[in-house]
């Protein structure tokens, strides 16, 4: 059984600082997906990468995915109050399996 | 244009009684899956509906049932309650069941065991 597991658990930062949340896997990819949820909704799908090595930036939002495909991390440039949510990693499902497999997620506070 | 949408939003439910919660997808989507978020963790796949069939099942037990009708909406529903449901049971829509496709949340349900 795959595990997904995401640090750290808890994050609480000012407005304006940098953060980096990781995600590991104990087996490959599929393909990684970061979704982020904030309270009282669902997730929203934020990218998704399927190379190893690849890199992806929305706005202030970079995504890197390990060049063995077991790993990924977010980085956020100057944290603003809006970034607060829950942050998922997720394997989409293979084999044309359209199910996805979540991580235990981080939870980011940002404080104005 | 409306997203997905699940009614109710909150459910207070006693141990042993059953549930039903209701699902409506994007319109043009086809397909419907099912997730159980416990508070703290990440959503978990229940089921996956493509045109009326279960195209996929997660590891739940038998209480836990689920139909797609012909407007493909869907319905879940858990018999047999245990303190242990309660959870944020989510809703997913997609055009197909295809891996490719992205899937689309709704709110959720917020169900209660007491």
């Known amino acids: 059984t795959q595990l997904l597991e995401q640090s750290p658990q808890f994050l609480s930062i000012q407005e304006g600082e940098n953060l980096t949340v990781y995600c590991n896997s104990s087996s490959v990819f599929s393909s990684l997906q970061w979704y982020r949820q904030e309270p009282g909704e669902g997730p929203v799908l934020l990218v998704t990468v399927v190379t190893g090595g690849e890199v992806k930036k929305l706005k202030r939002l970079t995504f890197q995915f390990g060049d063995a495909r077991k790993d990924s991390s977010l980085h956020i440039t100057a944290a603003q109050t809006g970034d607060t949510g829950l942050y998922l990693c997720?394997?989409?499902?293979?084999?044309?399996?359209?199910?996805?497999?979540f991580g235990t997620g981080t939870r980011l506070t940002v404080i104005p | 244009d409306a997203g997905v949408t699940q009614s109710p939003t909150h459910l207070i439910k006693t141990r042993g009684q059953q549930v039903t919660l209701r699902c409506s997808p994007i319109s043009g989507h086809k397909s419907v899956s099912w997730y159980q978020q416990v508070l703290g963790q990440g959503p978990q796949f229940i089921f996956q509906y493509y045109e009326k069939e279960e195209r996929g099942r997660g590891n739940f037990p038998d209480r836990f049932s689920a139909r797609q009708f012909p407007n493909y909406s869907s319905e879940l529903n858990v018999n047999a309650l245990l303190l242990g449901d309660s959870a944020l049971y989510l809703c997913a829509s997609s055009k197909t069941s295809r891996s490719t496709d992205e899937q689309f949340f709704g709110p959720g349900t917020r169900l209660t065991v007491l």
């Open positions: 997720v394997d989409r499902g293979g084999t044309g399996a359209n199910n996805l497999f």
